[in-house]
């Protein structure tokens, strides 16, 4: 058989943990004779009972196909392994959808071009019950050949396989950008389930009202992007001042009900810093100015 075309329909992944079974799951339902490898030997039993090939070393798995999808935990680990297989994936592709930040992203790019192998840097944006479904979102950055070459192995990950441009950090940017608003908005919810049980409240009898204000959060949405690119923050309808004191009335609940008040109270921060340097009368986007230059405490 033709070497290439039978590497062409291989795919390696390093890195079993729960997001890297998920891959590998995909890659194999999808037909690809999928190679895998991972520190802890014991993961690979149940892929390889579903058709995967185990290896047991990094070396032999990066060997067995021309496309290695890398997922660990963090670009530490990433490095750890990779760097000492440098010469057996020169002339391959790899691709690491380990989460880590822009900065890491773009160091892994820059390695990768010296060691000339072809680089694709993503990010999983579901949970591993989502990989391999139509409406999983991953997304990518990196060389546009390389993405459109792998784009037919890649979307067996997930159907919403998105291309955000050459700049190797967008992506890692990008997942940063929307597991922030995850956490953050998250921990407010979770305030507010706290602060409802405090006071004797079911957060199940509470829930449609958490839906109401999660509609009406979502419609803002586009409105403080705007205000954000342009640095304009009518103030005419509401004002930062006004919307401080009702986050102090949060911290202040939170005080008389006897939980811990870090999450409104960060929230407050942000915007008396923004009425410092001297939005008052401007909109709640104006809080941006309070986040925009890391001073203060993080620079002390
Ligand atoms: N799980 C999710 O829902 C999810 C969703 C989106 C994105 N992600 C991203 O996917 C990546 C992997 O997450 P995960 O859920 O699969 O994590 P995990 O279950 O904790 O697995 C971590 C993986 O990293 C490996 N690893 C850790 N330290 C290592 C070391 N020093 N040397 C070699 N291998 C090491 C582990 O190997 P061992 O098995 O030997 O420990 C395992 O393969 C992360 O970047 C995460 O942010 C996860």
């Known amino acids: 058989?033709?070497?290439?075309?039978?590497?062409?329909?291989?795919?390696?992944?390093?890195g079993l943990g729960a997001m890297g079974t998920a891959l590998a799951e995909a890659f194999i339902k999808a037909g690809y004779t999928t190679t895998v490898w991972n520190r802890s030997a014991d993961?690979?039993?149940?892929?390889?009972?579903?058709g995967a090939?185990?290896?047991s070393t990094v070396?032999?798995?990066?060997?067995?196909?021309?496309?290695t999808v890398i997922c660990v935990l963090n670009y530490d680990v990433l490095?750890?392994?990779?760097?000492?297989?440098?010469?057996?994936?020169?002339?391959?592709t790899l691709v690491s959808l380990t989460n880590d930040t822009p900065k890491r992203a773009r160091q892994m790019a820059l390695w990768a071009e010296e060691q000339?192998?072809?680089y694709l840097d993503g990010s999983v944006l579901v949970p591993v019950t989502e990989v391999g479904k139509p409406e999983a979102l991953l997304l990518y950055s990196g060389p546009r050949n390389i993405f459109d070459k792998y784009f037919?192995?890649?979307?067996?990950?997930?159907?919403?396989?998105?291309y955000l441009g050459e700049a190797p950090g967008r992506a890692a940017l990008y997942d940063i950008a929307m597991m922030n608003i995850f956490f953050t908005s998250l921990t407010g919810v979770l305030h507010s389930y706290a602060l409802l049980n405090a006071e004797g409240e079911q957060a199940e009898e509470f829930l449609p009202y958490a839906r109401e204000i999660f509609g009406v959060a979502e419609h803002f949405l586009e409105n403080f992007a705007l205000s954000a690119d342009k640095a304009h923050y009518p103030g005419h309808l509401d004002n930062i001042t006004m919307e401080a004191a009702g986050v102090k009335h949060v911290v202040e609940a939170g005080r008389d009900a006897g939980i811990h008040t870090g999450v409104p109270q960060a929230?407050?921060?942000?915007f008396d810093r923004a009425i410092e340097a001297g939005f008052g009368a401007s909109g709640m986007p104006s809080a941006i100015e309070g986040i925009r230059k890391a001073v203060r405490a993080e620079t002390r």
């Not at 070396?59 to 496309?67: C, G, P, Q, R, Y």
């Not at 929230?267 to 942000?270: E, I, L």
């Open 1 to 14: 058989m033709d070497k290439k075309i039978n590497l062409s329909k291989q795919v390696t992944v390093l």
């Open 53 to 55: 090939v185990a290896t």
């Open 267 to 270: 929230v407050k921060d942000v």
């Open 43 to 50: 993961k690979t039993v149940p892929l390889v009972k579903k």
């Open 59 to 67: 070396s032999e798995a990066v060997s067995a196909s021309e496309l």
């Open 152 to 162: 037919p192995v890649l979307k067996a990950l997930g159907g919403k396989s998105t």
């Open 79 to 92: 490095e750890q392994i990779l760097k000492p297989v440098a010469g057996e994936l020169r002339g391959h």
């Open 116 to 118: 000339g192998i072809d």
